[in-house]
């Protein structure tokens, strides 16, 4: 049936997508000539990873696109829409620490990940964020810039130690910064002679005037600046920004390597360890055109001459450089070497963390009987001592909380009361109505935190609006510890307390009642909520915490008599006010 429909297919560029029985797409792919590469998939002899994956394909669409980087753009956005099974997702990945150069009127040095926006001046990446720190704070020291977030009315103690020109009381040109700015260029790229030169004679000045602290100040700053500027020397002839990407795999792992070289140093290194399912050098091709959405592009990326990098060339608009001998085809070969040592390394700790996340996800689906639910949507409820509900969503990818997904919801249509039931109505009414308003991807499975009556209203809200996801139940013992699993069908389901996939579903449901306990309490300390205990008159602040700290909810305060709340300090009056609004609920 699959061939037939590949005959089908023109030789076109385009991107395809490959679904499963249940109509999920699972893989998305490029490719220069889509009736060749899906053919690949079905011809042939495979290994055991592209095996399971051709395995699960139960039919596949493909869109026909004008040029292999058109292909290429839209497979990076529907691997971002989708979140494919078998692709790499690298949306989450590691982002690094730049020094940046604000465009403001009166600039300032400051740390920032956020590479995305043009034009700015950016400098790193550095290894870690202590490291891009310290050098702004040596920075901060050698060059007057503002240190304030707003300009004071007066000037500040930096003016007066010489670290800031004071733009607040004083006429700054922006040639005057102009100078300033191609010094700290300078000083970025290691040259520091004359900064150091400067530093020398303040310090040789201080000593003959006795102001030996201050001598003693100006030597720890030179030294300061010499260990951030010594490091390693990259032995090539130029000083140009590059990217020298290495990688290493075997049957089922991809390591890749990649040197941030930076003025002739090496800045910063980042790896990477995973599974892949396509053709490893595709696979290496996808990474970097991924990485590279999130991470400032070099002026030139070295790589081994086995990948095809024209494509990566014109949507990167860099130069991919393979070089083949020399100095830099040995620093290329000291890439490789990096990436294979931590593939041997870390195998074990992949297949550990695999275990925990994607094997166990697997497993989860077989107790549940429902395919593998690759994207976990789980839900909690918070509200205070029975008033004031809030409620917040989780969403797990491949076994891995997804936090940029995570929501947040203050219950609406309550008036104030809680309701486990009529909370779950409303936010899975909220959360899915703009799911299929917004064409969004659609989760494998829906986990609420309770049991019969929490699944119940789930099942209400996404039958009314025709949609069928598979709903779970995480039900808690008497100790609030997780106990076991409801299906959707009241089933429940008993789970080894000590077993890969007991401890995921408790992971998700420890981020979800901590992630919706959090955001009650940032909204009780903005003073969003009011208890009840509020409209008494004669209770204030001090008197609600007594109240709350001795009977710890509304609820328990009503079984109190008067004498109980005389013995708290509480006078006769606020305690007859209190115990009549109590006895209107």
Sequence with gaps: ????????????????????????????????????????????????????????????????????????????????????????????????????????????????????????????????????????????????????????????????????????????????????????????????????????????LASEKLEFEKALEYKKTIDDIKTTTNKQKINLNDLKDRDIIGYFYNDYLLSIEIFFVRNGKISARHQALFEYYNNPLQTVEDFIAQFYETNIVPKEIFVPKELETDTLEEFLKTSFIKPQIGDKHKLLELANINAKEALIQKTELVKRELDRTVNSVEKLGDLLHIPAPYVIEAFDNSNLFGTDAVSSMVVFVNGKPSKKDYRKYKIKTLDNKASDYHTMKEVMYRRYYKVLLEDSRIPDLIIVDGGMQQINAAKEILSSLDLKIPIAGLVKDNKHNTNHLLDQALNQIEIDKKSDVFHLITRVQDEAHRFAVTFHKQIRNKGVFNSILDEVEGIGTKTKEKLLNKYKSVNLIKLATVSDLLELGINQKTAENLMKKLSEM
């Design 1 to 204: 049936m699959l061939r037939e429909k590949i005959n089908t297919v023109p030789e076109l560029p385009g991107s395809y997508q490959f679904k499963n029985k249940d109509g999920v797409i699972i893989y998305v792919g490029k490719a220069k000539n889509l009736r060749k590469r899906l053919l690949s998939y079905f011809t042939g002899a495979h290994d055991a990873k592209t095996s399971r994956l051709v395995m699960n394909i139960d039919d596949f669409e493909y869109i026909i696109t004008h040029s292999e980087l058109d292909a290429l753009l839209l497979e990076l956005n529907l691997i971002k829409k989708y979140n494919p099974r078998y692709n790499i997702m690298l949306m989450d990945d590691k982002t690094y620490p730049y020094i940046e150069i604000t465009t403001e009127k009166h600039p300032k040095l400051i740390v920032t990940r956020n590479v995305s926006k043009k034009s700015r001046m950016l400098f790193g990446p550095y290894p870690n964020v202590s490291a891009a720190r310290e050098t702004v704070k040596l920075l901060n020291k050698v060059y007057p810039l503002r240190k304030c977030d707003k300009l004071p009315k007066q000037e500040c103690l930096y003016y007066h130690m010489g670290q800031c020109l004071a733009p607040c009381i004083n006429h700054i040109t922006q040639e005057d910064y102009n100078e300033i700015i191609k010094s700290i260029k300078d000083f970025l790229k290691g040259n520091t002679k004359e900064v150091i030169a400067n530093l020398e004679n303040k310090m040789m």
